[in-house]
């Protein structure tokens, strides 16, 4: 909504993306990635950014991601306990 300057009442839906929501033009769309990697920490490719073509896409490319980057964190804290225990 911020990335945009949409209205409070603006309401998405799942299908919408570049040409439904005002400003989600090509430019938008970079400014919206890059707003996405400032705010929650990531990073994406160019094949990832070009791929997330609407609200649904980035939707489930974010409860991929959250899934893989919980896997990673239980394997990192399984790896510390093991060199914990190790020594």
């Given at each position: 909504r911020n990335t945009f300057s949409?209205?409070?009442?603006f309401k998405f839906s799942d299908q919408q993306g570049p040409g439904n929501v005002p400003g989600w033009d090509s430019?938008?769309?970079i400014n919206l990635m890059s707003?996405?990697?400032s705010e929650?920490?990531?990073s994406l490719d160019i094949s990832e950014i070009v791929s997330l073509e609407s609200i649904k896409d980035i939707l489930i490319f974010w409860k991929k991601t959250q899934h893989q980057m919980t896997w990673l964190s239980l394997c990192r804290a399984a790896i510390w306990m093991a060199c914990r225990l190790s020594f």
């Open positions: 949409l209205p409070k009442n430019l938008g769309h707003a996405l990697e929650y920490k990531i």
